[in-house]
């Protein structure tokens, strides 16, 4: 369902938009700072020989607002899920696949990054069995990320996150006629797939 039919059927208010851009940038600081990566680097014995310094710089040196290439995204996101998954290799599986090849195509940076933490963060995924799913793909200029992960039981719904919340504020900032964003789940599995079409904030 497209985000116009979307706002038609849905009774909530659009937010007002100094809150749109407040919840906009708190979903890109957790994406770039994830404070459960930092906590498992912080409590892991062998944390110094990690590479999570080098990640961090970058992250930190990066722009907020320009656009970066889709190649660039995906590695990035590649970087923190090798990072995450040094710090909990005991407890998270996870099977991943991304265009990796160049493209010219340029998207807003780290926005791909929450429906990924909100798996880590609020799924089950401590065997290996039930590991966390990425799957990412490029037909012309509209990107696909669908993510899944195991329910947690302990969790109400993994839909009603402040990581969602914030990134649906983003998405509506960075992209607001040109994405959709459905999540739905069963008794086993939650599932997040996002389509975006990539270009210019304006278009």
Same mark, same amino acid.
């Given at each position: ?18 809150? *749109? ?5 708190? +979903? ?12 498992? &680097?912080?409590?892991?014995? /062998? #944390? !110094? ?5 080098? =990640? ?12 970066? #290439? *889709? ?9 923190? $899920? ?9 407890? $998270? ?13 340029? !998207? ?8 990924? /933490?909100?798996?880590? &963060? =609020?799924?089950? &995924? ?6 966390? %799913? ?16 195991? !329910?947690? &039981? =302990? !969790?109400?719904?993994? %839909?009603?996150?402040?990581?969602? /919340? ?18 739905? #789940?069963? +008794? ?16």
């Amino acid at each position: 369902m497209s985000v116009f039919l979307k706002r038609i059927f849905n009774k909530e208010k659009t937010k007002p938009d100094d809150l *749109l851009v407040a919840e906009a940038r708190l +979903s890109l600081e957790q994406s770039k700072l994830d404070k459960e990566l930092l906590l498992a &680097h912080f409590k892991n014995e /062998q #944390s !110094i020989f990690s590479d999570l310094g080098p =990640y961090l710089q970058d992250v930190l040196q990066s722009g907020d607002d320009s656009r970066i #290439s *889709l190649a660039e995204e995906l590695k990035n996101i590649e970087r923190y $899920i090798g990072l995450y998954g040094h710090y909990r290799k005991n407890e $998270i599986q996870v099977l991943y696949d991304f265009p990796l090849e160049e493209k010219v195509e340029v !998207i807003a940076p780290f926005i791909l990054f929450p429906l990924i /933490q909100n798996a880590f &963060h =609020y799924g089950y &995924h401590v065997e290996a069995k039930y590991p966390v %799913r990425v799957r990412g793909r490029l037909v012309g200029k509209m990107f696909s990320l669908e993510v899944s992960n195991r !329910i947690n &039981h =302990y !969790i109400t719904d993994q %839909r009603n996150t402040d990581i969602i /919340q914030f990134f649906r504020s983003r998405l509506d900032y960075e992209y607001p006629n040109n994405y959709d964003l459905i999540l739905n #789940s069963n +008794s086993n599995i939650f599932k997040a797939s996002l389509r975006l079409e990539l270009g210019d904030r304006n278009l």
